[in-house]
């Protein structure tokens, strides 16, 4: 009974293609995210949203689209993929109702989406 | 700005050795969160341990425990009698109160030696 988990685990394809990466959650939690972890495995944090709205969007290009069609699931739309976007993505989730309901709860990660762009 | 720096990059032990993992972080907010995950040769990102910057207490689980002090605002994370089994890349992560931004250090690899 996987917690957070990913689809697909592994992803190649080419420049300029158009991918999505699936998410989803059976945790019950109220907050899902979505980082990219670099060759250096640098972690950084993309989006989050919270109940359907999207709290946080670092500097991303706007070639990456968060989409949750429910509270369990948050995919990752990716247009006119580039050779820079190589890299492993983790999804994960966390309890908290708002980012202001005075906690930030553990957030929990799926097992990553390995993303090689040629 | 929100800053964790895990100036340890790689560390090398033999087995039965303990070892500490320095995180330290730089915040301007009063009330803050801090995790540690570790990220085995496998990928997936384990969950270690969550602390609250109100809570100095020193925490032990197994052969884990870890070391908080807000005065120098490190929390730093030893391993007692190391395994093969403990070899991977630990990250500290702060995340401070009122939003969901986690931010990680760039992570320290620990490789243990039989």
């Known amino acids: 009974d996987t917690a957070v988990s990913q689809t697909p685990k592994y992803l190649v394809t080419q420049m300029g293609n158009d991918k999505s990466i699936k998410c989803e959650q059976n945790l019950g939690h109220d907050t899902m995210y979505w980082y990219k972890q670099d060759s250096k495995k640098f972690l950084k944090i993309m989006f989050s949203y919270n109940n359907k709205e999207l709290i946080i969007n670092e500097t991303v290009p706007n070639r990456f689209s968060p989409k949750s069609p429910d509270k369990a699931h948050l995919n990752l739309h990716i247009n006119s993929l580039e050779l820079g976007d190589s890299a492993v993505y983790f999804c994960a989730s966390s309890q908290e109702r708002t980012p202001l309901a005075g906690v930030a709860d553990t957030q929990y990660f799926g097992p990553g989406t390995r993303l090689t762009v040629l | 700005a929100q800053k964790v720096t895990q100036a340890q990059t790689e560390i090398s032990v033999v087995e039965k050795e303990d070892v500490t993992l320095d995180c330290v972080y730089e915040?301007?907010?009063?009330?803050?969160?801090l995790f540690w995950y570790k990220q085995p040769p496998s990928g997936e990102l384990v969950f270690l341990i969550r602390?609250?910057?109100?809570?100095?207490q020193n925490e032990i689980s197994g052969r884990y425990s870890w070391n908080f002090q807000k005065s120098t605002s490190s929390f730093n994370f030893t391993i007692t009698a190391s395994q093969v089994v403990d070899s991977a890349v630990y990250f500290c992560?702060?995340?401070?109160?009122?939003?969901?931004?986690?931010?990680f250090g760039a992570g320290t690899r620990l490789t243990v030696k039989p």
């Open positions: 602390r609250n910057s109100f809570d100095e």
């Open positions: 915040t301007r907010d009063t009330t803050y969160y």
């Open positions: 992560a702060l995340v401070p109160l009122g939003n969901n931004d986690m931010r």
